[in-house]
Structures are given as C-alpha cells and as structure tokens.
C-alpha cells in the first residue's frame, strides 16, 4: 500500500489574513511539502497539471525533476497529466528522462483535465475529450514500446520512423494510472491495458466511489488481466485534523466555506457526512481512511489533498507532521486482512522483475538528420 499526497497548485487568498501567496512562494511551498512528505515517510508525492490562474502547477516534469534531485525514496507522480492535450511524443520524452534523472522513482497519472479552456489554448477541440484520451494514449504506449514507430491517427501530423529518446529506463515504462471523478471511459481504458485506475474521490459521494471502481474492477477481469481484487485501485481524499477534533473544525471552517471549488455551498457538516473530507482528530483521520475499503475493497494507493483553499505552508507541514504520527497505525491498518492474492502497488523495481530484469534499450543510430557526421569527414579531408 502506498501513502502520500498530491497538490493541484492552486494560488488561493488565505481568509482568515486577507494573504495571498506569490507563485514565487506557492512554487517554493510545493517543494517544500514534497521533502516534507519524504521526511515523515510517505510514498508518493504527485503533482496535478493546470496552465491557467489561479495554479502554478503547469510542467509538472520540471518541478519533478526538480524534488527528484532533492529526494531519495519518494516515488514522483502527477495528478494529472492532460494526456487529451500534451502531445504524447513530449510525454513519452519527458517522463523516460525524469525515470533516468530519479532512478526510477516517477509514474504518471493519465487524465482528460476539467478546465475547458485548455482544450483550444493547445488546439484542441473539447468535444473530443475521450478520443484524444484514447488515441493519444495508445500512441504513447507504442513509442515507449517500440524504437521505431509508424503512426498516423486523426489528431496529430503522422509519424514514419520515429524513435522517442531516451528509452525507458530498463526498458520498462513508467507506470500508469488513468484517473477520472466521473468517466466511465476512463475506468474502461485502464482496465483495457491492465493499467491502475485512480478515482478522485475528494466531490463525490461513496456509493459514486463504489460504482466507479466497480466498474474498472469488474472489466480488468473481463480483459484477462486477473481477477476483480487483483486490479490496481488508488483514492484520492481529503483531511485537516488537529488533537482536538473541535479545534480542527474551527481552525478549517473558513477555508472550507471560502474554498474556489466548494465554497458558499453546502456546509461543512454536510460535505464531511457525504464526501471523504474528513476534519477532526488523528484518531477520526484514521478510522475514516481505513473505512474506504469497505466500499473500495483493497487497494494498492491512498493519495490526500492536503495544500489547498489558501492554506498556510506553515499549516500544511502541521498537518504533514500528524499525518506522520498516524502513519505507522494507517500502514497496519491498511495490512489487515489483507489477502495475499491482492498485489502491491506497481513501483519500478517490481516491474523490472516482472519483465525478467533490467534491459539497456538505448538506440544507437546514425546521424542522418543534422549532417554532424557528413561535415566531419569533411573537414577531415579538408
């Protein structure tokens, strides 16, 4: 089971000061949260993936790359990447080079995005969400797959002879998960490929949950991949917690109330009874995460929303240090009743042994495209 969090960068006023970060600050606070996540020991670290205000959270690979290089364990992962607008070519460049810059500490999260605008800022046409999705997806598996790819489809100029650089490393891809709130597609394409699917969870109500994994579940088996419970499943949630449960519901109302996505909506009681959101205790943190798998069954990752609506990084940290202090109690809980035919969550080395060891893929071509080699010899002669 893997632990950890994920930021979707958004640069939101505080309410209770009136301060608003800087994207000078919210970028350095990103940074500081992920050492502080590899600090207490959490497993994985994702960014999300917008290019509009209020979020700073655009090229996901440099700010990655970036914690990469000051990390050691933490596995680097997205949430998401527009896979319906980012041309799959630079995926499949970008993310090989963060697995050789990381040892192999990044897999991604595939997602069609929820900001409508994207779609036409990169020449895309919204109405086709899902089938850029799929398109581009399966074009991306094929340039980490292949060395030399022909390739033509209905959304991008046609490839003859590409070869995507550097190779995976090992000659194993990064791990996908798809994600999606709500796109029965989505669950349908990860279960397809034998890919993790990842539900949100943070909107919507349990039942939702439910029928959304269901559903992956249930056709990750029909696609012979294994059966229901050996399907790959991670959750988002939500949690701000204090030792006092009243003083955590104190301390998080205003951001709740003010909050861009839920806020001047329903109260607080009523999105904590409905939706994972969870303000309390530690203890209460808990027994509510662990009470997912009565609905979701056992599954492989559990990823919190913890830097959101304007909080402090003061405050994130704070929170990061008690989720540390439950860490160990949320590890044997997940474990319990755990059935050894339910597998682990994916990371690079377990792949690697699954393809019967590490491979060096590194394609060694002739220069036919810049004339280097053609003007050396020319001034050799010369």
Do not use: C
């Not at 790359?65 to 070519?89: F, K, R």
């Not at 839920?262 to 309390?280: A, C, I, Q």
């Not at 509510?288 to 609905?295: I, K, P, V």
Request: proline share 6%.
């Amino acid at each position: 089971m893997q632990i950890g969090i994920f930021t979707v960068g958004d640069v939101t006023t505080d309410p209770t000061t009136g301060q608003t970060p800087s994207e000078y600050e919210r970028i350095k606070a990103t940074v500081a949260i992920a050492k502080k996540a590899e600090e207490i020991g959490l497993d994985v670290f994702a960014t999300g993936e917008h290019h509009n205000p209020p979020f700073i959270a655009s090229n996901p690979t440099a700010t990655l790359a970036y914690i990469g290089a000051q990390t050691e364990n933490i596995i680097l992962s997205t949430a998401t990447t527009l896979i319906t607008t980012t041309d799959p070519v630079l995926i499949a460049e970008d993310y090989a080079k963060i697995q050789h810059l990381t040892d192999g500490r990044v897999d991604l999260m595939m997602g069609r995005g929820n900001t409508g605008p994207v779609y036409p800022w990169f020449g895309k046409d919204i109405r086709q969400g899902i089938n850029l999705a799929i398109e581009n997806y399966a074009l991306l598996r094929r340039l980490w797959a292949e060395s030399n790819v022909d390739w033509e489809g209905r959304f991008r100029t046609p490839l003859q002879g590409y070869t995507s650089t550097p190779r995976p490393l090992d000659g194993v891809a990064p791990f996908v998960w798809h994600g999606s709130i709500r796109s029965p597609e989505i669950a349908e394409q990860a279960a397809y490929y034998g890919d993790g699917f990842f539900h949100n969870h943070i909107f919507w109500p349990k039942s939702h949950t439910e029928q959304m994994v269901a559903l992956y579940r249930e056709r990750f088996a029909h696609y012979g991949h294994g059966t229901a419970e050996q399907a790959i499943v991670g959750l988002g949630g939500q949690f701000f917690m204090r030792k006092n449960s009243q003083d955590a519901v104190r301390e998080f109302r205003p951001y709740f109330d003010n909050a861009p996505v839920y806020g001047h909506g329903p109260s607080l009681e009523d999105f904590t009874e409905h939706t994972p959101l969870t303000v309390g205790s530690p203890q209460q943190i808990l027994e509510r995460t662990l009470s997912f798998r009565d609905y979701a069954g056992h599954y492989q990752r559990q990823l919190f929303l913890v830097d959101h609506a304007g909080l402090p990084l003061k405050t994130v940290l704070e929170q990061l240090d008690l989720l540390g202090e439950i860490l160990p109690e949320m590890r044997k809980g997940f474990a319990e009743g755990r059935p050894a035919t339910v597998p682990d969550a994916p990371t690079h080395a377990s792949l690697v042994a699954a393809a019967g060891g590490s491979k060096d893929v590194t394609v060694h071509a002739e220069d036919t495209m810049t004339g280097t080699t053609d003007r050396a010899e020319e001034e050799v002669d010369a």
